[in-house]
């Protein structure tokens, strides 16, 4: 679904990214896990377009994407969708104008937007919050709110990006067995990013391991967890 | 001190309607000019949406050199612009002018300010959803910065009226005209105290009306 091709990123001289190829399969949820600094952010900004490689190339489906530019970029990164560690959602929006906004700018009608987010409000089981404004929310129904924003467009992948830590391990088990459903459901590629490995025992079925900027190990969630090869894989492991 | 409240009551209405004249076209005019100088301040600066470091660079010079310009010597600069487009560099209409432009930058940091507190996050959420940039500013940067926006016009309006005021040293009208030609010239404090007043009253519903809507934008969210 997803492949890069020894891609390398460099800020200010460091290197971010080294060399890392990964070719993540469709349908499925992937893992991607580090410490901080690893370099999972950088990685996750190239994956999603929103970062250009110094070298390498980046493959959705069977077209390359880091060379792209301009509309055809923007339709691309259109093609995913995103949450986030601190939701990141429209504070001058209710539930239902945030999910709104991919469609808005996709340039659908008022009546096929409506109709839209009733649907993705069902999905993930808010439809009560529809008005709600952001601060009458928990952070688990903020998430749900994002996770529809970013299924609203009907994304062919999601990008989690530290998804669950910022909620309570309550609230945790309950949007990873949301995204591991809707997965199933909607059987789109979901893309995990984490520095937590309970989150990538609970929902990954692979996982690749970063370590300063590079892939140190990657495979089935069950044999990296068995079997680690990297030190890093053994510290994580340790650390959860 | 005099005190001739039949003059000052036949005085000040026409002063003060002059200033709310002057104030809220310039105001207008400032905003008109200021907003969009001011958005793209803030697209091109480092943090921004589309960094871009020279150009970034030489209007923020152009905008600190405008604004460190003494307001007075600015209008007299641009009095010869006035008569060019309105035919005369005297009264209210004519000040309009230089109020504008000589307000126009400040209106820019304002906003350039305004959109800076906007949270970083929600803009990166904007763009990961493949939002081109005009959208960004649109329908996400704009509305979440509204509040402040709104605290920047009040700060803004309250700036042209003071002025306004210093235009009347140059006869531009208004209350700041009134306190120079009967206060200053023929001392009147009598008539240059209503004139303050009149001038501290308007400030205070400005400001007041300024923290009332500002507020009540935040408390919608």
């Known amino acids: ?96 104008d945030n999910i709104a906004y991919p469609l808005e700018i996709a340039g659908l009608s008022r009546k096929q937007i409506d109709l839209r987010v009733s649907e993705l409000l069902e999905l993930v089981q808010i439809s009560d919050k529809r008005r709600a404004r952001l601060r009458e929310l928990s952070g688990g129904q903020k998430q749900r709110v994002a996770i529809a924003r970013a299924l609203a467009a009907k994304p062919q992948v999601l990008f989690c990006d530290e998804a669950t830590s910022a909620l309570d391990p309550q609230t945790t088990r309950s949007i990873l067995t949301l995204i591991k459903n809707l997965q199933k459901f909607l059987q789109i590629t979901v893309i995990v990013v984490t520095h937590q490995m309970e989150v990538i025992r609970a929902i990954c079925s692979r ?17 990296v967890f068995a079997k680690p090869k990297s030190s890093a894989a053994l510290e994580l492991l340790h650390a959860a | 001190m005099p005190l001739d409240l039949h003059e000052i009551l036949s005085l000040l209405p026409q002063a003060t309607l002059e200033t709310i004249y002057m104030t809220f076209v310039s105001t207008a005019l400032a905003c008109l000019l200021g907003l969009p100088l001011g958005v793209y301040l803030f697209v091109t600066s480092p943090a921004g949406l589309r960094p871009r470091r020279v150009v970034y ?8 050199l405008f604004r460190s310009f003494p307001f007075i010597i600015l209008m007299i600069l641009l009095m010869p612009l006035s008569r060019l487009l309105i035919h005369t560099s005297i009264g209210p209409a004519a000040v309009i002018i230089p109020l504008s432009i000589g307000a126009a930058p400040f209106v820019a940091r304002v906003v350039e300010a305004a959109l800076a507190e906007v949270d970083k996050g929600c803009l990166l959420a904007a763009q990961a959803m493949g939002s081109t940039d005009w959208q960004i500013i649109r329908k996400a940067l704009l509305p979440e910065a509204l509040p402040a926006l709104v605290s920047g016009l009040a700060l803004t309006t309250i700036t042209i009226i003071g002025y306004t005021a210093m235009a009347g040293a140059i006869g531009g009208g208004g209350l700041g005209d009134l306190a120079i030609r ?16 009149a001038i501290l009253i308007l400030v205070e519903l400005v400001q007041l009306a300024g923290v009332l809507l500002s507020r009540g934008l935040l408390a919608k969210r």
């Open chain 2, 182 to 197: 009967f206060g200053y010239y023929r001392f009147r404090q009598d008539i240059t105290l209503a004139a303050v007043i």
């Open chain 1, 207 to 223: 996982v690749a391991v970063l370590e300063d900027g590079r892939l140190v190990e990657s495979g089935a969630v069950a044999s």
């Open chain 2, 57 to 64: 660079n030489i209007i923020s010079r152009l905008v600190n």
């Open chain 1, 1 to 96: 679904m997803l492949r890069l091709e020894k891609v390398s990123k460099q800020y200010a001289g460091l290197q971010v990214v080294d060399k890392v190829s990964l070719d993540i399969p469709p349908a499925s949820i992937f893992g991607i896990i580090g410490r901080s600094g690893a370099g999972k952010s950088t990685l996750l900004r190239l994956l999603n377009l929103l970062e250009k490689p110094d070298s390498g190339a980046v493959y959705l489906g069977e077209r390359r994407v880091d060379t792209l530019s301009g509309r055809e970029l923007l339709l691309e990164r259109r093609k995913m969708g995103m949450i986030f560690q601190n939701f990141n959602l429209f504070s001058s929006r209710n539930a239902a």
